[in-house]
């Protein structure tokens, strides 16, 4: 009898089993928001016991005030709550979207929305963007527009390269869902860490449907908070897909609010420890051979770490990192269909402590993978 095959290595759970001794670098989470805001919030909301009963359905109606203004949002967009950005996608592309229907987007990119394209019978035209200037642009879209375009996807900034939008190519985006009739699905989860950053729907505000979180920016990623914001007449026909009929995790809408109200007084330093980091980790490449950033600075809190001249496997350098090292980063094959086998992906909205102990073990998980010089002939 033959043996039986070895099972596939779960990085995931090996992760989460040994998560106080794991460096998280893999998600894009951030680690950097003082933690007494969020246990004193969700404290008192234990005290007051609001766990009880069912939270106010469509939200609470302070957090969709917050939301709405740190959005700057127009009079009259409407403010949709749902567990986590990923479920507004969901329910956004369900409703909007129909068989037969196209939608141009990138590879790479945050590929579970195109997931949810597919759900609804559609299809993406995805434009490869792994080569300068890493983003989509007017041009290339405005001819990849045809009879059965419904939406583009403007992910910005940009999961997983860090490519951020100047703000006359939202302009023009923007102008072209205008003038060519077409949805524009803005997922900005990340503009926070931004240098300077432009929402769609300042140009386009009949078309664009916004994605928000508090995941990243907030650091609530375990806690599946987000939500929409839409006219209200696209609102309302998204909102017919929503499952959440009584109401989304009150003690993540408690700490969302607490962070969200003092945002101004700590999101500074998370975004100078970030940039410090992402500093940090290009002196680090820099060093190490076969290695290279095809975008830097990121415009959000992680960036791909192109390894094609280093010959070595993302999936391999992922599990060396995390089994020799405890550093866990995330190997592109979930993110790029085309480029996914040449980078691995890391975010670094870290404490620096974390960064350091990814200088020590980059270089030494990448010479111990590195495949041998061929020999002259």
């Known amino acids: 009898m033959s043996a039986a095959p070895s099972p596939a290595f779960d990085a995931f759970a090996y992760a989460h089993q040994h998560r106080d001794r794991v460096v998280w670098m893999s998600q894009n989470t951030n680690h950097l928001v003082p933690p007494e805001i969020v246990r004193n919030a969700v404290e008192a909301a234990l005290g007051e016991r609001v766990y009880e009963g069912y939270p106010y359905a469509p939200g609470h109606p302070e957090l969709k005030e917050l939301v709405l203004a740190d959005f700057g949002a127009r009079p009259g967009t409407s403010c949709l709550v749902t567990s986590g950005g990923t479920e507004s996608l969901y329910m956004l592309t369900r409703a909007l979207l129909s068989s037969g229907d196209h939608v141009i987007a990138s590879d790479p990119s945050y590929l579970i929305i195109h997931k949810f394209v597919e759900l ?193 496997r993302p999936e391999e350098l992922q599990k060396e990192l995390l089994l020799r090292h405890g550093v866990f980063l995330r190997a592109g094959n979930y993110l790029s269909p085309a480029h996914g086998a040449n980078f691995i992906r890391a975010s670094f909205s870290n404490p620096a402590s974390d960064i350091e102990r990814f200088a020590e073990a980059f270089p030494i998980a990448v010479d111990a993978l590195r495949p041998p010089a061929p020999r002259a002939a």
């Open 120 to 312: 609804a019978g559609a299809t993406t035209d995805n434009l490869d963007i792994y080569r300068p200037p890493y983003r989509l642009t007017a041009d290339r879209v405005n001819e990849a527009v045809g009879p059965k375009t419904r939406m583009i996807l403007l992910i910005d900034p940009l999961n997983p390269l860090g490519s951020g939008y100047p703000r006359e190519e939202v302009r023009a985006l923007a102008e072209i869902a205008h003038d060519r009739h077409l949805l524009l699905l803005n997922d900005v989860t990340y503009r926070d860490f931004a240098e300077q950053h432009t929402l769609a729907a300042e140009f386009a505000p009949d078309e664009t449907l916004t994605v928000w979180s508090v995941s990243k920016n907030c650091g609530l990623a375990g806690l599946r908070l987000g939500g929409l914001l839409a006219p209200k007449e696209l609102a309302d026909r998204v909102n017919r897909y929503n499952t959440n009929d009584l109401g989304v995790n009150i003690l993540a809408q408690r700490a969302a609010i607490a962070l969200l109200r003092t945002k101004s007084s700590w999101f500074p330093a998370v975004q100078a420890q970030t940039r410090a980091n992402q500093d940090r980790i290009r002196s680090v490449i820099g060093q190490t051979p076969g290695t290279r950033l095809p975008v830097f600075p990121s415009q959000a809190n992680m960036f791909v770490i192109d390894l094609e001249e280093a010959r070595i």
